[in-house]
């Protein structure tokens, strides 16, 4: 069976509004599939926001706590980046951009994310009709 992956910009988008915990036992269970997993990046820290509406250098408008992780499996390189520092989630989030860049486990990980989208899309329309 062929599986047809979104975008990436796509489906980094629909994993990163999946709820974490979600996200976190998925990629766990994908786990017991595969070989090592190599982190290559994992970290925490500040992100400053620049204020873009003016045109003098009054430096950062604010600052956003953000986890960073890149991670390599069977030789594909996956990217996850949250607010926060949810380190368990970027990791995974990580994990299956590796997946699904060097198209591993697609015929788990391609249904998965179809399941968050259709609920992801199904809440969306629901907050449209209360309105």
């Known amino acids: 069976m062929?599986?047809?992956i979104p975008e990436r910009e796509?489906?980094?988008?629909?994993?990163?509004?999946?709820q974490p915990e979600t996200l976190k036992a998925f990629a766990e269970?994908?786990?017991?599939?595969?070989?090592?997993v190599n982190v290559e990046r994992l970290h925490t820290g500040f992100v400053a926001k620049p204020d873009?509406?003016?045109?003098?250098?009054?430096g950062p408008v604010g600052e956003v706590l953000m986890a960073e992780a890149r991670v390599r499996v069977?030789?594909?390189?996956?990217?996850?980046v949250c607010m926060g520092c949810d380190r368990e989630c970027v990791l995974a989030l990580?994990?299956?951009d590796?997946?699904?860049?060097?198209n591993?486990?697609?015929?788990?990980?391609?249904?998965?994310?179809q399941a968050q989208q259709e609920s992801q899309e199904a809440e969306c329309s629901q907050g449209d009709s209360t309105r």
């Not at 796509?10 to 999946?18: D, G, K, P, V, W």
């Not at 873009?52 to 009054?58: Q, Y």
């Not at 590796?98 to 060097?102: K, N, R, S």
């Open 2 to 4: 062929k599986f047809t």
């Open 10 to 18: 796509t489906y980094l988008s629909i994993f990163a509004q999946t």
């Open 29 to 36: 269970n994908l786990l017991n599939f595969v070989g090592p």
């Open 52 to 58: 873009s509406t003016v045109n003098r250098a009054d």
């Open 74 to 80: 069977y030789g594909a390189t996956g990217h996850g």
């Open 94 to 96: 990580a994990f299956l």
């Open 98 to 102: 590796a997946l699904l860049q060097g």
């Open 104 to 113: 591993r486990l697609l015929e788990r990980v391609v249904p998965f994310l």
